[in-house]
């Protein structure tokens, strides 16, 4: 899996080139693409609350139905108030299932391998033949939330953001441009 760094910028990325002229770019609008951005990562909590937080993850929130469902109620609840409700929705979306692209794409060196995509269809995991985002690591199934937690500190995983850092923020420049190109 990539970092929430990684999956952040991805999303940033993502956002510029969906936003268009739409008077979406606010404090708020950014803080909304970072949440959407690491949402799929929400599936530690519930494992969280049982002693073993990686027992769900990579399952149903990390499939394109998750994505469809997280923007179809973002742009409900934004609805009655906002300008562009149905764009929030659906840049919402599409955030999120860059989330799953970077997952996709990431090492995974624990079973199951990859990301279950097409949940709830199939509970099949999919992962990329020539993963290129290096691993965070996060712990073992069934290990307690200290031992995780003291995982997703250690010095692999700060050198696993500092090469996502060199990969994508230079992405992200390059939407930032080719957005701000467009919008001008």
């Known amino acids: ?4 760094f990684g999956h952040s910028v991805l999303g940033l990325s993502v956002a510029e080139l969906a936003t268009g002229k739409r008077p979406l770019r606010s404090w708020p609008w950014y803080l909304y693409i970072i949440f959407a951005a690491n949402a799929p990562d929400l599936d530690f909590v519930p494992g969280f609350f049982i002693g073993d937080m990686n027992r769900y993850h990579h399952t149903g929130s990390h499939s394109i139905f998750a994505a469809f469902l997280f923007g179809w109620v973002a742009g409900l609840i934004v609805w009655r108030f906002a300008r562009h409700p149905a764009a929030i929705g659906v840049i919402g979306g599409l955030v999120y299932t860059a989330h799953l692209v970077g997952d996709y794409f990431a090492h995974d ?33 069934g290990q307690d939330n200290i031992s995780v937690i003291s995982d997703i500190f250690s010095l ?22 080719i957005a701000r190109k467009r919008n001008s």
Do not use: K, Q, R
Not at 1 to 4: C, G, K, N, R, T
Not at 112 to 139: E, K, L, M, Q, R
């Open 156 to 177: 692999h995983n700060l050198m696993a953001v500092g090469l996502e850092a060199i990969m994508f923020v230079p992405l992200l420049l390059v939407c930032v441009w």
């Open 109 to 141: 060196l624990e079973a199951p391998f990859g990301i279950a995509v097409f949940w709830p269809f199939t509970n099949t995991f999919y992962i990329a033949p020539s993963p290129f985002i290096s691993n965070i690591t996060h712990g073992d199934f």
């Open 1 to 4: 899996m990539a970092s929430p």
